[in-house]
Protein backbone atom coordinates (compact mmCIF):
# COMPACT_ATOMS: atom_id res chain seq x y z
CA UNK A 1 0.00 0.00 0.00
CA UNK A 2 1.04 3.31 -0.48
CA UNK A 3 -0.44 6.48 0.40
CA UNK A 4 -0.42 10.44 1.31
CA UNK A 5 -3.48 12.39 2.41
CA UNK A 6 -4.82 13.27 -0.72
CA UNK A 7 -2.95 10.02 -2.81
CA UNK A 8 -3.01 6.49 -1.67
CA UNK A 9 -3.69 3.13 -3.68
CA UNK A 10 -3.38 -0.44 -2.62
CA UNK A 11 -3.33 -3.63 -3.71
CA UNK A 12 -5.87 -6.86 -2.57
CA UNK A 13 -7.50 -10.16 -3.57
CA UNK A 14 -10.34 -11.56 -3.88
CA UNK A 15 -10.90 -15.13 -2.79
CA UNK A 16 -13.71 -17.21 -4.67
CA UNK A 17 -12.21 -20.76 -3.97
CA UNK A 18 -10.72 -22.21 -7.25
CA UNK A 19 -10.16 -19.31 -8.69
CA UNK A 20 -9.26 -15.42 -7.37
CA UNK A 21 -9.10 -11.49 -8.62
CA UNK A 22 -6.22 -9.30 -8.08
CA UNK A 23 -8.09 -6.08 -7.46
CA UNK A 24 -5.94 -2.29 -7.46
CA UNK A 25 -7.91 0.58 -5.77
CA UNK A 26 -6.54 4.27 -6.27
CA UNK A 27 -7.30 7.35 -4.48
CA UNK A 28 -6.73 10.69 -6.05
CA UNK A 29 -8.27 14.53 -6.16
CA UNK A 30 -11.27 12.86 -4.37
CA UNK A 31 -11.87 10.12 -6.58
CA UNK A 32 -11.72 6.74 -6.00
CA UNK A 33 -11.11 4.04 -8.57
CA UNK A 34 -11.60 0.75 -8.27
CA UNK A 35 -10.01 -1.41 -11.36
CA UNK A 36 -9.39 -5.35 -11.92
CA UNK A 37 -6.10 -7.12 -13.07
CA UNK A 38 -6.76 -9.05 -16.41
CA UNK A 39 -7.42 -12.46 -16.06
CA UNK A 40 -5.70 -14.71 -18.89
CA UNK A 41 -5.86 -18.52 -19.56
CA UNK A 42 -5.52 -20.91 -17.05
CA UNK A 43 -2.43 -23.07 -16.85
CA UNK A 44 -4.79 -26.39 -16.11
CA UNK A 45 -1.99 -27.59 -13.90
CA UNK A 46 -2.46 -29.31 -10.41
CA UNK A 47 -2.92 -26.87 -7.55
CA UNK A 48 0.44 -27.75 -6.13
CA UNK A 49 2.21 -26.74 -9.48
CA UNK A 50 0.20 -23.69 -9.94
CA UNK A 51 1.83 -20.07 -10.02
CA UNK A 52 1.40 -18.19 -6.49
CA UNK A 53 0.76 -14.29 -6.55
CA UNK A 54 3.56 -12.80 -4.10
CA UNK A 55 3.45 -9.39 -5.03
CA UNK A 56 2.56 -6.75 -7.73
CA UNK A 57 5.09 -3.99 -9.62
CA UNK A 58 3.35 -0.53 -8.14
CA UNK A 59 5.22 1.42 -11.12
CA UNK A 60 4.20 -0.71 -14.01
CA UNK A 61 1.04 -2.47 -12.84
CA UNK A 62 2.59 -6.59 -13.42
CA UNK A 63 1.97 -9.22 -11.41
CA UNK A 64 4.73 -11.10 -9.87
CA UNK A 65 3.89 -14.87 -9.86
CA UNK A 66 6.37 -17.28 -7.71
CA UNK A 67 6.23 -20.85 -9.98
CA UNK A 68 7.16 -23.86 -6.41
CA UNK A 69 8.27 -26.27 -9.16
CA UNK A 70 11.64 -24.08 -10.02
CA UNK A 71 11.51 -21.26 -7.84
CA UNK A 72 11.39 -18.34 -10.38
CA UNK A 73 10.03 -15.11 -9.77
CA UNK A 74 8.41 -13.97 -13.47
CA UNK A 75 5.99 -10.52 -14.34
CA UNK A 76 3.04 -10.78 -16.31
CA UNK A 77 0.13 -8.14 -16.98
CA UNK A 78 -2.52 -11.72 -17.30
CA UNK A 79 -3.23 -13.57 -13.92
CA UNK A 80 -3.61 -17.29 -15.20
CA UNK A 81 -7.21 -17.83 -14.52
CA UNK A 82 -6.06 -20.55 -11.93
CA UNK A 83 -3.17 -18.78 -10.49
CA UNK A 84 -2.66 -19.47 -6.56
CA UNK A 85 -4.07 -16.41 -3.96
CA UNK A 86 -2.41 -17.56 -0.79
CA UNK A 87 -3.02 -15.54 2.67
CA UNK A 88 0.03 -13.27 3.50
CA UNK A 89 1.00 -12.23 7.44
CA UNK A 90 3.33 -8.93 7.04
CA UNK A 91 6.13 -8.92 9.30
CA UNK A 92 7.18 -5.22 9.52
CA UNK A 93 10.10 -5.80 11.25
CA UNK A 94 11.92 -7.42 8.82
CA UNK A 95 10.26 -5.98 5.58
CA UNK A 96 8.93 -9.20 4.83
CA UNK A 97 5.29 -10.65 4.23
CA UNK A 98 4.88 -14.52 5.05
CA UNK A 99 2.31 -16.57 2.21
CA UNK A 100 1.04 -19.48 3.51
CA UNK A 101 0.14 -22.92 1.58
CA UNK A 102 -2.49 -25.31 2.99
CA UNK A 103 -1.86 -28.27 0.81
CA UNK A 104 -4.45 -30.60 -0.67
CA UNK A 105 -7.38 -30.74 0.99
CA UNK A 106 -7.63 -34.11 1.86
CA UNK A 107 -4.37 -34.24 3.83
CA UNK A 108 -2.48 -30.67 3.75
CA UNK A 109 -0.01 -31.49 2.57
CA UNK A 110 2.22 -30.48 -0.39
CA UNK A 111 3.77 -32.88 -2.92
CA UNK A 112 6.10 -30.51 -4.66
CA UNK A 113 7.90 -28.38 -2.61
CA UNK A 114 7.89 -30.26 0.67
CA UNK A 115 7.01 -33.95 -0.79
CA UNK A 116 4.42 -34.74 0.54
CA UNK A 117 5.76 -34.24 4.30
CA UNK A 118 3.58 -31.31 5.14
CA UNK A 119 2.85 -27.52 3.90
CA UNK A 120 4.80 -24.72 3.34
CA UNK A 121 5.64 -21.09 3.98
CA UNK A 122 7.26 -18.61 1.04
CA UNK A 123 8.76 -15.88 2.92
CA UNK A 124 9.17 -13.36 0.34
CA UNK A 125 10.66 -9.44 -0.03
CA UNK A 126 9.72 -6.73 -1.52
CA UNK A 127 12.08 -4.92 -4.13
CA UNK A 128 12.24 -1.99 -6.09
CA UNK A 129 11.92 -3.80 -9.40
CA UNK A 130 9.93 -6.83 -7.93
CA UNK A 131 10.52 -9.65 -5.10
CA UNK A 132 12.30 -11.91 -3.96
CA UNK A 133 11.77 -15.66 -2.14
CA UNK A 134 14.03 -15.73 0.39
CA UNK A 135 12.76 -19.67 1.42
CA UNK A 136 9.94 -22.06 1.16
CA UNK A 137 9.84 -23.20 4.57
CA UNK A 138 8.22 -26.72 4.66
CA UNK A 139 6.25 -27.01 8.02
CA UNK A 140 3.20 -28.92 9.58
CA UNK A 141 -0.17 -29.68 7.53
CA UNK A 142 -2.77 -27.67 6.60
CA UNK A 143 -3.13 -23.94 6.79
CA UNK A 144 -0.61 -21.99 9.01
CA UNK A 145 -0.93 -18.93 10.85
CA UNK A 146 2.84 -17.28 11.60
CA UNK A 147 2.79 -14.29 14.47
CA UNK A 148 6.30 -12.47 15.10
CA UNK A 149 8.08 -11.54 18.47
CA UNK A 150 11.45 -9.34 18.67
CA UNK A 151 13.05 -7.56 21.40
CA UNK A 152 11.63 -4.29 23.01
CA UNK A 153 12.73 -1.32 25.31
CA UNK A 154 13.11 -3.23 29.04
CA UNK A 155 13.51 -6.88 27.28
CA UNK A 156 16.70 -6.95 24.87
CA UNK A 157 17.43 -10.20 25.61
CA UNK A 158 14.27 -11.76 23.90
CA UNK A 159 15.53 -13.46 20.37
CA UNK A 160 13.94 -12.64 17.04
CA UNK A 161 11.35 -15.61 16.39
CA UNK A 162 8.44 -16.68 14.14
CA UNK A 163 5.98 -18.87 15.93
CA UNK A 164 3.72 -20.81 12.90
CA UNK A 165 0.99 -22.85 13.73
CA UNK A 166 -0.17 -26.16 11.53
CA UNK A 167 -3.84 -26.26 11.62
CA UNK A 168 -4.36 -29.99 11.50
CA UNK A 169 -1.29 -31.26 13.33
CA UNK A 170 -1.81 -28.93 16.40
CA UNK A 171 1.72 -27.91 16.58
CA UNK A 172 3.81 -24.52 16.19
CA UNK A 173 6.90 -24.29 14.59
CA UNK A 174 9.70 -21.84 16.01
CA UNK A 175 11.62 -20.40 13.64
CA UNK A 176 14.85 -17.77 13.13
CA UNK A 177 13.69 -14.69 12.62
CA UNK A 178 16.52 -12.64 13.25
CA UNK A 179 18.27 -11.22 9.12
CA UNK A 180 21.54 -10.26 10.68
CA UNK A 181 21.77 -14.27 12.56
CA UNK A 182 22.37 -16.39 9.00
CA UNK A 183 23.20 -19.48 10.99
CA UNK A 184 19.31 -19.50 12.45
CA UNK A 185 17.48 -17.16 10.26
CA UNK A 186 14.29 -18.93 8.33
CA UNK A 187 15.20 -22.24 10.11
CA UNK A 188 13.55 -24.67 12.09
CA UNK A 189 14.29 -24.11 15.88
CA UNK A 190 11.89 -26.04 17.60
CA UNK A 191 8.30 -27.77 17.80
CA UNK A 192 5.94 -27.09 20.21
CA UNK A 193 3.31 -30.16 20.33
CA UNK A 194 -0.22 -28.58 21.42
CA UNK A 195 -2.00 -32.33 20.30
CA UNK A 196 -2.94 -34.82 23.29
CA UNK A 197 -3.47 -37.58 19.96
CA UNK A 198 -5.79 -40.02 23.02
CA UNK A 199 -7.65 -36.89 23.69
CA UNK A 200 -8.78 -35.28 19.57
CA UNK A 201 -10.91 -37.78 17.98
CA UNK A 202 -10.22 -38.11 14.54
CA UNK A 203 -6.72 -37.08 14.90
CA UNK A 204 -4.26 -38.58 12.95
Known sequence: MQHSPEHWSAVCHLDFGEHGAL?????SGGYTEVRPVAAGPATGLERSRRPRIVGMHGGSGEVLLWNPVDGRVSK???IPADAVFAYAYVDSNTG??????????DKGEDDVVCDGSGSYVTVVRPLAEGAQVLAAVCLGRGHHVP????PFEGRGDIPRRAFVSNLLDGTVHVLGNDPGDAATYLKVLETINLCQAE????VT
Open 76 to 78: TRQ
Open 147 to 150: CFVR
Open 199 to 202: KEAG
Open 96 to 105: TYWMVEDGDK
Open 23 to 27: VVVQH
